[in-house]
């Protein structure tokens, strides 16, 4: 079974960069469709970044060209950096594996698609 660790959540100010990472264990590479959801108080979990089996990104529309998903096969770690943060962007932040073939980009973001959750990191922005 594949185990998630998250950790770098954090208190920031607006404008500045937070980065995420998530150890994965026993994954293997292209066996696993990986992402990063987040849950604010009162709202739905809400997918924002999302890495395919073969290794492409998907990004919510409110985090594109802010965040950037990544992952480090050598130390199976998934990272996200988030630039540019906002108040809005405040949540729990939770990385996801699934073993299923997601084939189409907006899956990646679906978390009803996912079997293996972390516990999840806090990230809180304020103004």
């Known amino acids: 079974q594949v185990q998630l660790v998250e950790s770098g959540g954090g208190s920031v100010q607006v404008g500045e960069t937070l980065k995420l990472s998530c150890a994965i264990s026993?994954?293997?590479?292209?066996?696993?469709?990986l992402a990063w959801f987040r849950q604010a108080p009162g709202k739905e979990r809400e997918g924002v970044a999302g890495?395919?089996?073969?290794?492409?990104?998907n990004y919510a529309d409110s985090v594109k060209g802010r965040f950037t998903i990544s992952q480090d096969y050598n130390k199976n770690i998934l990272s996200l950096e988030m630039n540019d943060l906002k108040p809005e962007d405040t949540a729990m932040y939770y990385c996801?594996?699934?073993?299923?073939?997601?084939?189409?980009?907006?899956?990646?973001?679906?978390?009803?698609?996912?079997?293996?959750w972390g516990q999840g990191t806090q990230v809180t922005v304020s103004s």
């Open positions: 996801a594996a699934t073993g299923a073939y997601l084939g189409r980009a907006y899956e990646l973001l679906e978390a009803t698609k996912y079997h293996y």
């Open positions: 890495l395919s089996r073969d290794g492409v990104p």
């Open positions: 026993r994954y293997i590479r292209g066996r696993h469709s």
